[in-house]
Nanobody, 124 residues
Framework: QVYLTESGGGLVRAGDSLRLSCEASGSDLDKLAVGWFRQAPGEEREFVAAISWISDLTYYSESLKGRFTISRDNASNTVYLEANSLKPEDTALYSC?????????????????WGQGIRVICSS
């Protein structure tokens, strides 16, 4: 079982930067791949980025690559998502998710565990 807790969301202005955190707890954390997703109001959930727990391999949505950076800190069991040059259309519920197969592609399509999500609101 894996538990994921997001933090760091809130209200920002267009052009601001923000760092979201996803703290993982549970078993077999070193086998995980962790990803970030977002769901804007009235839209379907979309994949943002993923990272492998045991390697430096990362995987990004092509449409969001460049403004979002995923990283991890194994010592604190935390995965970060840094978002730069935020736009009002980045307003969404951001959720982290994990796959126990350590595959960044798998977690982008079919995660095994989800966090509760955290809201980011970007005003113009």
């Amino acid at each position: 079982q894996v538990y994921l807790t997001e933090s760091g969301g809130g209200l920002v202005r267009a052009g601001d930067s923000l760092r979201l955190s996803c703290e993982a707890s549970g078993s077999d954390l070193d086998k995980l791949a962790v990803g970030w997703f977002r769901q804007a109001p009235g839209e379907e959930r979309e994949f943002v980025a993923a990272i492998s727990w045991i390697s430096d391999l990362t995987y990004y949505s092509e449409s969001l690559k460049g403004r979002f950076t995923i990283s991890r800190d194994n010592a604190s069991n935390t995965v970060y998502l840094e978002a730069n040059s935020l736009k009002p259309e980045d307003t969404a519920l951001y959720s982290c998710a994990a796959s126990t197969r350590s595959s960044v592609v798998r977690v982008s399509k079919n995660p095994d565990y989800w966090g509760q999500g955290i809201r980011v609101i970007c005003s113009s």
